[in-house]
């Protein structure tokens, strides 16, 4: 049975979940306080829409009721009521995602699940900021969303079972394969990752190789998909930045240090695709 799903954020990942909702037969209330960003969401979720219908993955009428299915909302409140899921998708600041749990959870049906899209922090933590931290679980989606499968369903120390169970039923529902892990600093795919996608960037910091052969070698060598570098500037190199401080503040330990061309790659607003440049350039950011 399709929920509403109310996604908080417009983002990268933000639209990109209101996507994959839309497309499963969810009603789905994208917010954001910007009134462009929301804007500029719907387009890029039109665009992509419309590119699996010109590569035959999309039927043009799925297309279009996915994209009648989302509503844009600035009001939080108006957003979430009546949502069975509430899924929390801005910048990876543990106080900034306590904060939207606190704004919007007196306004949430008592049986809605909220969830977060955190890559990396506490579930613990940010449940805290609720009233019922047993209805709090982690839902990390991949970028991007509508081709990645993965989805890592992360439990708090205090998440219901019944919960963990809706989640794994709710992401087979939107086409994702679910994974549970517990809750700890990196969950079990980025504390992976960002151990290669650094090591990559100490790699091209030292000069072993560029960063076209850097990503070769995984991409042949071990058949991954994308490159470490070129993953980093999909996810974007102020995420990773983020995700390592993070590890490396939890763990310690030289792997999770990040290198100084990430930092200086991040001064330089040379955040990734979505900047333009990263360890490589785009033209269409």
């Known amino acids: ?20 909702a839309a497309q499963a037969g969810h009603d789905v209330r994208l917010r954001d306080v910007d009134p462009r960003q929301l804007n500029a969401a719907l387009a890029n979720i039109k665009a992509t ?13 799925a297309a279009s009721a996915a994209l009648e299915r989302i509503r844009l909302q600035t009001d939080p409140r108006a957003a979430v009521q009546g949502a069975g899921w509430v899924i929390e998708a801005v910048p990876e600041i543990l106080e900034l995602k306590r904060t939207v749990f606190r704004e919007i959870e007196g306004h949430v049906d008592p049986d809605a699940v909220l969830a977060t899209n955190t890559s990396s922090l506490s579930i613990a933590k940010i449940a805290d900021a609720t009233n019922d931290p047993t209805r709090v679980v982690g839902l990390h989606f991949f970028n991007p969303p509508h081709l990645l499968k993965l989805l890592e369903i992360v439990t708090g120390p205090r998440t219901r079972p019944d919960v963990v169970a809706r989640s794994v039923a709710f992401a087979k529902g939107l086409g994702k394969d679910p994974i549970v892990v517990k809750d700890s600093p990196g969950f079990a795919s980025s504390r992976l990752g960002v151990v290669l996608g650094l090591e990559a960037i100490r790699m091209l910091e030292q000069g072993v190789a560029s960063a076209g052969d850097i990503d070769k070698a995984m ?49 330089e607003g040379k955040l990734g695709k979505k900047a333009g440049a990263g360890f490589y350039s785009y033209k269409n950011p």
């Open 219 to 267: 991409e042949l060598g071990y058949q991954h998909p994308m490159g470490p570098l070129k993953l980093t500037d999909l996810v974007g190199l102020d995420v990773r930045l983020a995700i390592a401080e993070h590890l490396h503040a939890e763990f310690g330990g030289d792997q999770y240090q990040p290198p100084e061309l990430l930092r200086s790659l991040v001064r």
């Open 49 to 61: 829409l419309d590119k699996g219908v010109q590569l035959g993955k999309v039927t043009p009428t």
């Open 1 to 20: 049975m399709a929920d509403v799903v109310a996604v908080l954020g417009a983002g990268t990942m933000g639209r990109g979940i209101a996507q994959v």
